[in-house]
């Protein structure tokens, strides 16, 4: 069996238009490292790993804070009505896809590694979609194939969950020794957890 999909043909979207109001503060822009935030975190792991077509989805909000400079080799696109919610988002994204094949990227997911990137890209499956797994639990980021792709673009209405919504498509698995496929840093305490002096901790 073939692999599901190469890294070069592969494009991300990267979904960061939440309100982000338990964080009370853009989660694009918190503190990764002494060099990077968020979104410079997540974008460059992509590059590295070969991903080529990057798309970041942004708010209004989002759009007039940020300084595109400082995210080289990706694209913009805005959501005008985030407030639609996750899968609006998501849907804005799509529609710029120019490979077919999509690694969905939250912005509050920031431990995500080359090594899982690689590992969904080259797995040899014939699924719709490809979940990272740690110790029986799915996480992210995960692998939409062409079909799935497709048919979110060609849905009405984008009043739906992407995990209920994938439920009539074959998934496959990924086992990852990587608890940060697990990880989403959505509070002020989540990000106290697992950031403490510009380094990583899952103790």
């Known amino acids: 069996m073939g692999s599901f999909i190469r890294a070069t043909k592969a494009s991300c979207v990267i979904l960061s238009a939440g309100r982000s109001e338990r964080m009370n503060a853009p ?34 909000q989002i759009e007039s804070d940020i300084n595109k ?39 509050d997911s920031p431990l995500v590694t080359v090594d899982c990137i690689k590992l969904l890209l080259e797995a040899g499956t014939s699924a719709d979609y490809i979940v990272p797994v740690y110790r029986g639990d799915g996480g992210h980021p995960v692998l939409l194939s062409n079909n799935v792709v497709k048919h979110i673009i060609d849905m009405e209405s984008d009043d739906f969950k992407l995990n209920g919504m994938l439920k009539a498509f074959n998934r496959a698995v990924i086992e990852v020794n990587d608890e940060g496929v697990l990880v989403n840093i959505n509070t002020p305490v989540d990000y106290e957890k697992y950031f403490l002096n510009g380094e990583v901790n899952f103790d």
């Open 27 to 60: 989660k694009a822009f918190l503190k990764f490292s002494d060099k990077e935030n968020f979104l410079q975190r997540i974008i460059h792991v992509y590059q590295k790993a070969g991903i080529k077509d990057i798309i970041i989805v942004l708010s209004p």
């Open 69 to 107: 400079q400082d995210y080289e080799g990706v694209r913009f696109v805005v959501n005008p009505k985030p407030e639609r919610g996750r899968m609006s988002s998501l849907k804005t994204g799509l529609q710029l896809v120019e490979n077919g094949y999509v690694l969905v990227q939250n912005v």
